[in-house]
């Protein structure tokens, strides 16, 4: 499937046809989870209404780390098979979890002074988090700053796999450390340990939000092809223009001095 | 072996004969020490409280100065397409400059460390470990700091980039450095620090070279 | 009793390896740009090829890609009938490329620095002063051996890069505009020494703009190679 997309005229086609079904049912889920979230799911018994932070933060925070998992698969891919596209999910993907890690903290951040009584604690959670946000700008910073995209694409992909190792430490830091922040009550062995009645919002808002980050980076992935064909299309022009060109007249030399 | 070793000698007679750089290193570590006390008031007893903090941040962005020369000037003069062509595996000779580049800025600012210690009235058992520390956990600094030096190798604003993604690596070694101190401080006992930092350091031997030597192989192509 | 050579002095020569170097359907891209599609030749021992080319026709990168510092986007590079890639430190270990930059530090000495060089292909000790000693000699650098770079001209640092060729012995020799900021004498040690390299079973491969005089080289143009406005806007 990864490779019958990866020609890029197909995923041209691909992305035209799907990207609409993916952008309205990201909306349409996400107003979906947020009314269940906000007006329906039961209010917490100990923090009352403030939990209903959690519906953003924790999906937030799911999809920040899944997003740099996949970001580390692609630059596996880039750099194992070395597919050009591999690179380009890679770095269309990058702004969009930094955002996600962005707003996990911000969101956090204002569940944390209620709770908590502060802005925010330097325990292991929030510090690897945080952490992982310098890593998407590092990213960013890194693949940006050559005069040779391809050569930024590879330095990338290399550095995504090194930042590899702070994935499993964000996510078993609460097990880890006597940590604030309290520890898995989703994903973990034994199931669940949330209500049902949470739990379900919960997960609907986590569907939004992959929805959402999948229609996102189809639609930069093809603003970048687009960009380089209408660049391979200016180079073949100019190329062509240099051979028909005539000698430049002497006078017009001396004329524009 | 031979080429190993060739290397070593090599980076550690440039560095000495370039002597300025150690020097310079030196320097900035003690300006960055001394900038504290005019900062946060000279207090003797709040200057204890996070004299050892201060110190291992200095030593991380002294370190980070001297990074970028590591694997610069053979970038510029083609002996980076030397040294990948070679009968010695690009790994080791990641390694052997590594090390000759902790020869010349990691040891001299460990050594340095118990002068600046007495500045934020460490007492000697203090000094002792943050010492330790220094020289347990600078090599770690050199290994991480080759990886982020070798994927910035042609960038634009090197040092700039550089620092941006060294800085959230350098985060373990200093909690583990620093923390040592304070525990010593309060009394815990800073053997399980140190142990834990000299676990990092051998990780980022191990570990290091690789992601160092795949990004070199980048720069080279 | 040595053989003496004008080159080598009393070095004692090499038996050289014998395979064949195999190109087959070569393509290169730098960045986004195919730079050249479809390179083939064949190189038996004591043979040697021209490139030539106008700027950016990808000379330099096709000497790259021979030294396996580029990895081809299509195509074979065979060393008898084993792919490079099967055992590349063995295919690396027989060749010597010499590109644009010198590689050379200009806080060292010139025996210095070639003692390194002899020591990052494993001599070391006596076996290696001596191969260090004829090499300074064969470029004429035994006057300058033991001040700084710093001191040295452009050319004398052209010419110790090229005395590494002498002071390893190895089979494919890729150079890149060796001639450029040589003098006139230089240049007929240069090709002097080509002589004597192929003559013991060594291949050449140069890219010059210059002329050079190597005898029977068998000439590549690079242009005839790079590729049409269609392959681009493929790509």
Known sequence: MINWLANPARFGRFSARTLPWFGWGAAAVLAVGLYWSLVVAPADYQQGDTVRIMYIHVPAAWMALSVYFFIAVASAVALVWRHPFAEIAARAAAPIGAAFTLICLATGSLWGRPMWGAWWVWDARLTSVLILFFFYLGYIALVNAFDDPSRGGRAGSVLALVGIVNLPIIKFSVDWWNTLHQPASVVRIGGPSIALAMLVPLLIMAAGFCLFFVALLMLRMRTVLNERKAMALRVSAGTAALQTEPEPMPSMKTAAR | ?????????????????????????????????????????????????????????????????????????????????????????????????????????????????????????????????????????????????????????GARRQGVVLSVLVLPLYVPPLILGAGAVEASMTGIGARAYLLVLGALSLAALALCPWASAAALRQAVE | MCRWSPVYGCLAPTKLPQPHLIAEGLACRRGERLVFAGISFHLAPGEALLLTGANGSGKTSLLRLLATLIAPVAGKLLWGTVPVEADIAAYREQLHYIGHQDGVKLDLTPREILAFWTSLHGLAGSGATVHTEAALMAFALEGVADWPCRWLSAGQRKRLALARLIATPASIWLLDEPTSALDHDNQLRLEQAIVEHRASGGRVIVASHTPIGIADAARLSLDAFAPSSADLTAG
């Open chain 2, 1 to 153: 072996m031979a080429a190993f070793g060739g290397l070593f000698w090599r980076d550690l007679r440039l560095a000495l004969r370039q002597g300025g750089d150690t020097g310079l290193v030196l320097g900035f570590f003690v300006l960055a020490v001394i900038l504290f006390p005019f900062g946060v008031g000279p207090e003797p007893a709040i200057l204890r409280r996070i004299g050892a903090g201060i110190i291992w941040v200095a030593a991380l962005l002294s370190a980070l100065l001297s990074l970028d020369r590591l694997f610069e000037s053979d970038y510029q003069d083609g002996g980076l397409d030397l040294l990948a062509l070679s009968t010695l595996p690009l790994e080791l000779a990641v390694l052997a400059k590594c090390a000759a580049h902790w020869m010349a800025t990691g040891l001299p600012l460990a050594l340095a460390s118990p002068v600046l210690a007495i500045i934020v009235n460490l007492d000697l058992g203090e000094i002792g470990i943050l010492t330790a520390s220094l020289l347990i956990g600078t090599p770690a600094l050199s290994l991480i700091g080759s990886v982020a030096a070798a994927l910035t190798l």
